[in-house]
């Protein structure tokens, strides 16, 4: 604990967390901008250079809107359940490794905030927490389509947690380690897509089905519950949802990056440059997601997770167990 | 010095957060409180090296369990009950009981009756301690069949709960 | 971290406290709801006097029981709440006071 690990660790904080909140406003531009295309539309255009500062303007438009409280909401509730999942994707962002250990001015600093030898189960334990800021937004509301929305993420995200955490442990056992630092270092020469993909192909679906999108977007689906688990909330209470869903794609798109995609690792470029190609590739292809496919019912989101998905995993991982242990 | 302060921190937090679950009068409020309690005792976890307890205890306890009753609360929407507590006499019994029960703990663990055979000073922690490898060796050799019971007893909970959930009522 | 420097005592008593809380709700509260959640206050507090021994005696199979709790526990949740919705169904209550019949 000496003073530089205090000042990089500060460093380090200061600079993911500046990234996430100067990046969610890009790609909430690059999400229009794309979807407009898809839809053979122009998307934003007026606002700054290609429509550049639109998202600012908007954000600037939510910072100085009244801030409503419906009456016979659960004040305290309603003020707290928007901070939540903002503070557990930061939380989660805190353990996903961004580079390689560098050596600044003499001390081996690596780059990512902190390392732990649980990285996986926190980041799981996170995301967990995540839903609790949106199942009480759509209670404290004291509304009925927010509380449908709200019902309807707890249960999606329990069924959908299970399958995920499965599908990470198929590559625990490939690796042997919890810390993503680990995991990435013994990515060097196969990316685990190759030999995971059904694995990775499971936890990119429930990572969806997790962050709320489309089409798994059924807490907030407009044409039947208005706006879902945010309908009455208005300002920056609304603009924190805004940026915990696309902190929380970060998250899930850092994962499958260290997990499944090799991380920081790729030829020419330094290692800070891949991840951040990577993490371009994949929030694009979240967009790309919710251009292309309709949502699904609820009962069909259900089957798919626990008749589907769930046993999908659970046979990767006894065959990923198997071979591992006749192997090694 | 840091170990006491959190400490300190964790144990009264845990322990008002306990308290509000008991005597709030709205069951989300409650449902809310124990997750601070899980939460608090999970730093607890941390604090004795057990690491990995800590991890499922906010992943299993918090994320899972207290999810799924939270749900339920919400979906039965129970309205605030008139009387908060047992009316009369069973109030104050209850209240007396749980004061007999707390002085018998506290005797125990103040005098050395409660901790018998335990060593006064902690024991030097073997490398590994709490963490995820060490959890699975154990689990998986000496307490396999405990384990392999408990998958049962998780399979016959499933089953249960999607009996009496389906059963069509009169 | 190898020394212990908050005493086992402590760690006890707080244990000891969240007990008696539990066991409070669970006698005097009338709601169903309340009352499992208060077995899980006790069920915790349990928990917590395991890793706290286990932490004294460097072993670690209180940690593998405080594993084998939690599983219960969920089980447990998961049957009870089950009850408690057909109960509900069925009554219009969660009050335990006013489910005192054998037959549905």
């Excluded at chain 1, 190609?277 to 989101?301: G, H, M």
């Excluded at chain 2, 408990?150 to 009522?169: D, E, M």
């Amino acid at each position: 604990m000496d003073a530089t690990f205090l000042i990089a660790s500060a460093v380090k904080v200061l600079v993911v967390l500046g990234f996430v909140l100067l990046g969610v406003p890009l790609i909430v531009w690059m999400e229009r901008k794309v979807i407009g295309h898809m839809q053979d539309r122009i998307g934003p255009q007026r606002v700054g250079p290609f429509g550049l500062l639109q998202t600012i303007a908007d954000g600037i438009k939510l910072f100085f809107k009244e801030d409503i409280v419906p009456d016979g909401a659960d004040r305290v509730v309603f003020i707290i359940a928007p901070a939540l999942p903002v503070i557990t994707a930061f939380l989660a962002l805190a353990v996903i490794p961004f580079g390689d250990t560098v050596r600044v001015a003499g001390h081996d600093i690596p780059l990512q905030i902190t390392d732990v030898n649980i990285a996986v189960l926190w980041i799981l334990g996170t995301t967990s927490m995540g839903v609790y800021g949106i199942v009480l937004g759509g209670w404290a509301s004291n509304s009925k389509y927010p509380l449908l929305g709200g019902l309807r993420s707890s249960a999606q995200m329990i069924s959908y947690e299970l399958a995920q955490g499965i599908s990470l442990v198929s590559v625990i056992v490939m690796t042997g380690t919890l810390s993503l630092a680990s995991i990435v270092r013994q990515q060097e020469h196969l990316w685990f897509i190759v030999p995971q993909f059904f694995a990775f192909v499971i936890y990119i679906l429930c990572g969806i089905a997790e962050t709320n999108r489309a089409p798994f977007d059924l807490a907030e689906a407009e044409t039947e519950l208005v706006a879902g688990f945010h309908t009455e909330f208005s300002s920056m209470k609304f603009a924190l949802y805004f940026l915990a869903e696309y902190a929380n794609m970060m998250v899930v798109s850092g994962i499958a990056i260290s997990v499944f995609f090799g991380g920081w690792h790729g030829p020419f470029l330094p290692p800070v440059v891949w991840f951040l190609i990577k993490l371009s590739l994949f929030l694009f292809f979240y967009v790309w997601l919710r251009a292309t496919f309709p949502r699904l019912r609820y009962d069909q989101l259900m089957a798919f997770g626990w008749k589907v998905l769930l046993p999908a995993s659970l046979l990767n991982l006894t065959v990923t167990a198997l071979v591992v242990g006749l192997t090694a | 010095m840091l170990e006491p302060v959190l400490f300190a921190l964790f144990s009264v937090s845990a322990v008002v957060f306990a308290f509000n679950v008991v005597f709030r009068r709205n069951a989300v409020h409650c449902a809310l409180h124990l997750v601070g309690v899980l939460l608090s005792l999970s730093g607890m976890f941390v604090l004795l090296n057990a690491q990995f307890i800590a991890a499922i205890q906010i992943l299993i306890y918090a994320g899972a369990i207290m999810v799924l009753f939270l749900f339920v609360v919400m979906l039965l929407n129970v309205k605030g009950e008139a009387p908060l507590l047992t009316p009369g006499a069973w109030k104050g019994f209850g209240f007396f009981f749980a004061l007999i029960v707390f002085v018998e703990l506290l005797y125990t663990v103040l005098s050395q009756g409660g901790t018998e055979g335990t060593p006064a000073a902690a024991v030097p922690l073997p490398p590994g301690f709490g963490s995820p490898a060490e959890i699975g060796r154990i689990l998986y050799s000496t307490w396999l069949f405990p384990f392999e019971v408990t998958s049962i007893l998780l399979l016959i909970a499933v089953i249960g709960a999607v009996v009496l959930a389906k059963r069509k009522f009169a | 971290m190898q020394t212990l420097s908050v005493p086992l005592e402590a760690y006890q008593l707080v244990a000891a406290l969240l007990f008696t809380i539990g066991l409070i709700g669970v006698l005097v509260r009338r709601s169903a709801l309340i009352i499992f959640m208060s077995i899980e206050l006790m069920l915790n507090a349990v928990n917590l006097s395991f890793v706290a021994f286990s932490r004294q005696h460097g072993q670690m199979d209180g940690q593998i029981f405080v594993f084998f709790v939690m599983s219960v526990a969920a089980a447990e949740v998961a049957v009870g709440l089950a009850i408690l919705v057909a109960i509900f169904r069925n009554r219009e209550t969660a009050n335990v006071d006013e489910v005192h019949l054998l037959k549905g």
